[in-house]
């Protein structure tokens, strides 16, 4: 069987409706981008669909957190890259951590960490994930990052870190 991708990205434009009057992005659209981006990238390379899943368990995701970092603003016109990947999974929660970054991919503009939690519907309770969701979710899983859920500045400094080091060596 080949190998998942486990951090996809896809790239965006911002437009000049989900500006602010300052020409950056609006906070509350980060979260946009972030979550359509990771439906593009589970639809796409993992051909799960959200939809279909909670139709047929009956059961679905819900975000129970947010952490998000503004680092620098995406700016009207830009075209910015989104990467998600899976950092924390456990029989009924999930950690993704999602980073939007400048077009060269070399500059981190936000990071977003969300909790989630699979809940049966319609009573919302918690429910385990299937063995089946277990097996993808444990090689979706991204072993280098290490999670900490008090880590999420730490978290922030070091990818900093690294794309300032990628950008000393181009």
Not at 20 to 41: I, K, T, V
Not at 85 to 108: A, K, P, Y
Request: charged share 25%; with cysteine.
């Amino acid at each position: 069987m080949p190998r998942l991708i486990q951090t996809p990205e896809t790239t965006y434009r911002v437009h000049f409706q989900e500006c602010d009057m300052l020409g950056h992005l609006n906070n509350a659209r980060y979260l946009d981008y972030f979550l359509n981006a990771r439906e593009d990238h589970t639809t796409e390379h993992y051909q799960l669909n959200m939809g279909e899943i909670a139709r047929e368990q009956k059961a679905g995701w819900v975000i129970t957190k947010h952490h998000i970092s503004y680092l620098k603003p995406a700016r009207q016109g830009a075209t910015v890259r989104i990467l998600s990947q899976l950092i924390h999974f456990d029989n009924s929660n999930l950690v993704l951590e999602m980073q939007m970054r400048s077009d060269d991919g070399l500059r981190l503009l936000a990071l977003l960490w969300s909790e989630m939690t699979f809940v049966s519907m319609p009573a919302g309770t918690r429910t385990d994930h299937s063995n089946a969701m277990m097996d993808l979710l444990e090689q979706l899983d991204v072993d280098a990052v290490s999670y900490d859920p008090d880590g999420f500045d730490e978290r922030v400094k070091e990818v900093r870190q690294e794309l300032k080091k990628l950008r000393r060596e181009g």
